[in-house]
């Protein structure tokens, strides 16, 4: 009878699981088609390091160690649940088959079970008596959390208990097992029932028998409605993580005719994988943690935004796979505000510290492409720069008849002039043609090229914005067309090498502009830079000894990866390395101005490049080196703020220029 009430209850159990399987899965039909089939070896690795290998849960230490115990333990202890299902068949049925492996499997067992004890127990108190601060979410997520760890640890002592009765049964009636000998700790608990009849022996075995099966085949079955439905959705999130450029946004195809809004206004406007983000989400906070607008005190929160998108698939994916029209709400405006949207500086850090890959920045721009592309719906700041975009190729309301002034008088060719007889193409971008800091440092690349006997030259007039503003900010169709025209320009003149002092200018070139026709060598001045003097082709004087620490442009850093070659360059004209900040290279704090923030206000909290320059004069730098304008206009305005005027904010190329034996001889370019 137990043998045929346990088949019973396991075969509902199971049924009732995969029923919830299946329904979550056909929820992310309703999700556009997205091919992530490709590159199954590169996947495969990803899998291995990121959901197996637990590596960026353990970026943060003692809570990745804790959560790499439990997701261990558990896939450990699958062989234990197994054995113990294998029980209801027959109570001595086992694994022992496996011979001399079994010894291993089940020590291994013990000792994956009291460390899942301990690691649950520490985050137990981290939620509820240290109370982290990325943890305290709303009251049903703590008790989910609660509920879920609860759980785990009931699987986990009742597996301890069941098998303390049974090595106590054994050892009465004289066996010697592996269970005794193998199981070291539940052999320590064995005692506990030595002083019982063997009918109460057996009883209590039944007791927690059932108890851990019970537990276990609950657990199971409420994790499809939890927020720990990750434990079955985290490692296809992670073998379906995007293989593309950090740095490229998935194109629009503006002239597909079936296309009725652009963007995602609601759930069914994102891909299926945008979906099975929601579903992946553990809630845990990360990515709220080191979110420029989260910890200044915008509305954002990377964490709220992809739970919205899953809550918002539950809610409409049965409707919309019914045939029903909808309910009358949407994702954005029902669950997210304009001002979450807007918020973003598109950094990334919430998309490097999320232990299961999960892509917020990709649904951001969607949601925003929404708005600008179908409602018109944008901060009235954004207005302005679309005009000017529009009309001057540029951001700002400067005439695009005079992008190459700042060259006049100091000797720097012109694509169209030299008949294009150049070998490498500077992109100078809107900043450094229009920005007067900004124009500076034009002119000390230019000068350091020169130096170097390197032959390069400028579009002058006929570069226009790389559209990265446009398209961060959502309005996919004036980033288009600016890229398209730039793409017509550079193939006119034949080029094939790109140098850019711009990382936004940088990462659009190098990584959007393929979809566009335009494939080039795309490469940063402070890699440039770097290949230069490790060549010998510029000849340094003795390095200024100043205090320098260096703010990471988070579009070459976290998009692109370049971190060594701007320090490298610091200890070659400083004489020592950087110093660095708390928050740097991956983990480095955004100056705000990413995502087209650049051109809108900070009305809410905050601002962030007061966070990040706070952060820099902590180290009491001399200078604070950057590679980005975007992040020298922030960084300069934040200097002002805090009235530090003793410390200066240079470029990358300025550094090099002050050390450079004929630089300053050449030419002045202040």
């Not at 509920?147 to 002592?157: F, G, R, T």
Request: include cysteine.
């Amino acid at each position: 009878m137990r043998t045929i009430i346990f088949l019973l209850i396991l075969i509902g159990a199971f049924a009732f699981f995969f029923q919830n399987v299946r329904r979550l899965v056909s929820y992310l039909r309703i999700g556009k088609p997205e091919n992530r089939n490709d590159a199954p070896s590169a996947r495969l690795k990803n899998v291995l390091s990121i959901a197996f290998g637990q590596k960026k849960l353990l970026r943060e230490p003692a809570a990745g160690w804790m959560h790499f115990f439990i997701f261990w333990g558990f896939v450990v202890l699958l062989t234990a649940i197994l054995e113990t299902f294998l029980q209801g068949f027959g109570v001595d049925l086992s694994f022992a088959f496996l011979g001399p492996l079994y010894g291993p499997l089940v020590f291994l067992q013990d000792l994956l079970g009291l460390l899942v004890i301990l690691s649950v127990i520490y985050a137990l108190i981290r939620r509820n008596v240290a109370h982290v601060k990325r943890l305290q979410t709303t009251s049903h997520a703590r008790r989910d959390a609660n509920l879920i760890l609860s759980l785990i640890l009931l699987i986990m002592v009742s597996m301890f208990l069941q098998n303390a009765a049974h090595i106590a049964i054994e050892r009465a009636t004289g066996k010697d097992t592996l269970d005794s000998s193998a199981r070291f700790f539940s052999s320590l608990l064995a005692p506990l029932f030595s002083g019982m009849s063997a009918d109460g022996k057996e009883a209590f075995f039944q007791l927690f028998w059932w108890t851990h099966v019970s537990i276990v085949l609950g657990f199971l079955n409420y994790l499809p409605y939890s927020k720990h439905l990750h434990i079955g959705s985290s490692i296809f999130n992670v073998y379906f993580s995007g293989l593309s450029p950090r740095g490229r946004l998935t194109p629009i195809n503006l002239e597909a005719e079936n296309i009725t809004r652009f963007g995602a206004g609601d759930v069914e406007d994102f891909t299926w994988k945008q979906l099975l983000d929601g579903y992946t989400c553990t809630e845990c906070g990360r990515c709220d943690s080191v979110c420029p607008a989260n910890l200044t005190g915008k509305p954002l929160s990377p964490r709220k935004i992809i739970t919205d998108i899953r809550h918002r698939t539950m809610e409409k994916a049965p409707l919309t796979l019914a045939g029903k029209d909808g309910d009358g709400k949407s994702l954005v405006d029902g669950y997210i505000t304009e001002e979450e949207l807007w918020s973003c500086t598109t950094c990334r850090a919430c998309m490097e510290e999320c232990p299961v890959t999960i892509e917020h920045v990709g649904s951001i721009v969607e949601m925003r492409r929404y708005l600008v592309l179908n409602e018109s719906r944008f901060p009235p700041e954004l207005a302005a720069a679309y005009r000017n975009l529009e009309n001057n190729y540029t951001v700002w309301a400067f005439n695009w008849r005079d992008r190459a002034k700042w060259a006049e008088g100091y000797d720097v060719p012109i694509a169209s002039s030299v008949n294009d007889d150049f070998d490498i193409l500077y992109w100078v971008g809107c900043a450094g043609s229009f920005d007067m800091r900004y124009q500076k440092v034009a002119r000390a690349f230019s000068q350091i090229m020169k130096s170097a006997g390197i032959k390069f030259a400028i579009l002058g007039n006929e570069e226009k914005c790389s559209g990265d503003p446009a398209r961060r900010s959502g309005n996919e169709y004036l980033a288009q067309t600016l890229m398209r025209e730039n793409v017509e320009t550079l193939n006119k003149h034949k080029v094939k090498k790109i140098v850019t002092t711009c990382p936004h200018c940088f990462n659009t070139l190098k990584n959007e502009y393929p979809d566009f026709g335009g494939n080039y060598t795309v490469i940063h001045h402070t890699e440039f830079i770097k290949e230069l003097i490790s060549s010998g082709r510029l000849e340094l004087t003795s390095p200024q000894k100043s205090r320098i620490t260096y703010h990471d442009s988070c579009y070459i850093g976290r998009y692109n990866g370049i971190y060594d070659a701007p320090r490298e360059i610091i200890s070659e004209t400083a004489g020592a390395p950087p110093v660095e900040m708390k928050r740097s290279k991956d983990r480095g704090l955004c100056c705000g101005a990413g995502g087209a923030r650049m051109w809108m206000e900070e009305k809410t909290g905050k601002r962030v490049n007061i966070e990040r320059i706070e952060e820099a004069l902590s180290t009491k730098p001399d200078v604070v080196a950057s590679a980005c304008p975007f992040c020298m206009t922030m960084l300069t305005d934040g200097v002002k703020a805090k009235e530090a005027e003793s410390v200066q904010v240079k470029d990358i190329a300025e550094l090099v220029l002050e050390v450079l034996s004929d630089g300053k001889d050449k030419v002045q370019v202040n």
